[in-house]
């Protein structure tokens, strides 16, 4: 089983949609929890991060953490077509800041 | 102020020469991370700075690569000799000290091409 899975997608919702991308992992005993934007060619940009259970919420942006079923979402709402990128889910283990372990991420692609 | 600056931003080179890759982070960051993507294997820790000083470098393939970071605001990553399956984009990353578990603002990256 991989460490982190996504995915790949491509995920296409139409613009104004909610937008859900799912990830799983396999260490119970990881810690936190990122996501990332990456748009083609360009670097991955940090955009939520989430530590405890439940829902955390960033404008368009929610993120949500279930550690009992090692299960981490991000939902966008009212999608944007310049949304359309690749989502990545990271999980760190703990321990080291190194020790971050990242999905091959999903695509998604907002339609106007 | 400035992000990550990444240097080459593209590197052609042939089998068999060295390749050194540049990295300055963001001013006041401890924590330097060193990452290769491939459509393959997606997104993959090389090695990690804090401080300066390498704390995890279990993501270096093999005895060709090498990381160095001499201070704060410097760190190099060297491929001696290369080989066709080094090509990648390789990205550093910088973190704060206060950041949570992880990078936090990447490099435009460097896209090597190993012919």
């Known amino acids: 089983q991989k460490e982190v899975e996504q995915n790949s997608g491509p995920l296409s919702v139409p613009e104004g949609a909610i937008a859900s991308l799912n990830c799983t992992y396999s260490?119970?005993?990881?810690?936190?929890f990122f996501w990332y934007r990456q748009y083609s060619g360009k670097s991955p940009e940090l955009i939520m991060s989430?530590?405890?259970?439940g829902d955390k919420e960033d404008g368009r942006f929610t993120a949500q953490l279930n550690k009992a079923s090692q299960y981490v979402s991000l939902l966008i709402r009212d999608s944007q077509p310049s949304d359309s990128a690749t989502y990545l889910c990271a999980v760190n283990k703990g321990g080291s800041q190194g020790n971050l372990i990242f999905g091959k991420g999903t695509k998604l692609s907002v339609k106007p | 102020d400035a992000g990550v600056i990444q240097s080459p931003r593209h590197e052609v080179t042939e089998m068999g020469q060295e390749v050194t890759l540049r990295c300055k982070p963001i001013?006041?960051?401890?924590?330097l991370f060193w990452y290769r993507q491939t459509m393959m294997r997606g997104l993959e820790l090389l090695i990690y700075f804090n401080n300066n000083v390498p704390i995890d470098d279990s993501g270096m393939p093999e005895d060709r690569f090498s990381a160095k970071m001499p201070n704060a605001s410097f760190s190099t990553l060297k491929i001696q000799p290369s080989e066709p399956r080094d090509s990648a984009v390789y990205f550093c990353?910088?973190?704060?000290?206060?950041?949570?578990?992880?990078?936090?603002?990447f490099g435009d990256g460097t896209r090597l091409s190993i012919l």
């Open positions: 989430i530590y405890s259970n």
């Open positions: 001013s006041g960051h401890n924590s």
């Open positions: 260490d119970r005993g990881s810690q936190s």
């Open positions: 990353a910088s973190s704060p000290p206060d950041s949570p578990r992880g990078p936090q603002h």
